[in-house]
């Protein structure tokens, strides 16, 4: 089975600060990760993915994230926070070795970001 | 938003009553999916389907019903089985690798 885990559900961080979301996960095999982010009453919008190659995942809005295969984690960081980058952020993971190729993401809880001025 | 359309954005519904989530993509995607969110709790799979005139349950199935008659097109409808409705939905569709969101529709039973 597959599971994410996002082990904040608030990060505060000082505009200007780099800021860091954790997430780590669990699949059979070798896993797609995504991150999404949310702003009050929207759908999700997609930031970044990791399908195969370099570990290092640049992004939308100066995001970036690492895979790190041994700690099984995917966590999300940028430089340099924003106060419009408050917002919710999932992580969400599926298995490359789901059937079809049509099984569902499986999504973390959230974590919700908040950049103080 | 990803060429996936979802309507009405804000809905109630009265206790005891059907009603009827509508999501369309053109993204030519043959997998769609139904989330639901609740504060707290993330996104939890309700539906979802492969190909059109199939589709799967999820983890949360009970209490909701859906169709895929068309590629476009796959509608959810809460029943009166779904003992707490109110929340927000989210349909999906999918090409290989991303999944693309609509913007939502938030139901309120009144």
């Known amino acids: 089975a597959q599971s994410v885990a996002q082990p904040e559900d608030q990060v505060n961080v000082a505009e200007g600060n780099p800021l860091t979301v954790k997430c780590t996960y669990s699949v059979s095999g070798n896993p797609y990760l995504f991150w999404y982010v949310q702003y009050p009453n929207r759908g999700l919008q997609f930031l970044l993915k990791?399908?195969?190659?370099?570990?290092l995942v640049k992004g939308s809005y100066g995001f970036e994230a690492e895979f790190n295969k041994s700690q099984t984690s995917f966590h999300l960081k940028k430089p340099s926070a924003l106060v419009s980058d408050s917002a919710l952020y999932f992580c969400a993971v599926r298995d490359r070795l789901g059937g079809s190729g049509n099984t569902p993401l499986v999504f973390g809880k959230g974590t919700r970001l908040s950049v103080i001025a | 938003d990803g060429g996936i359309t979802q309507s009405p954005k804000y809905l109630f519904r009265k206790e005891g009553q059907n009603v009827t989530l509508s999501c369309e993509q053109n993204l030519n995607h043959d997998a769609m999916y139904w989330y639901r969110q609740d504060p707290g709790q993330g996104l939890r799979l309700i539906y979802y389907?492969?190909?059109?005139?199939?589709?799967q349950k999820g983890d949360i199935a009970e209490g909701y019903s859906v169709s895929r008659e068309k590629k476009e097109s796959f509608p959810l409808t809460v029943t009166s089985a779904q003992k707490n409705p109110t929340a927000f939905y989210l349909c999906?569709?999918?090409?290989?690798?991303?999944?693309?969101f609509g913007q939502g529709t938030r139901l309120t039973v009144v």
């Open positions: 389907s492969q190909i059109v005139n199939d589709f």
């Open positions: 999906a569709s999918r090409n290989l690798v991303e999944a693309f």
């Open positions: 990791y399908i195969t190659g370099d570990n």
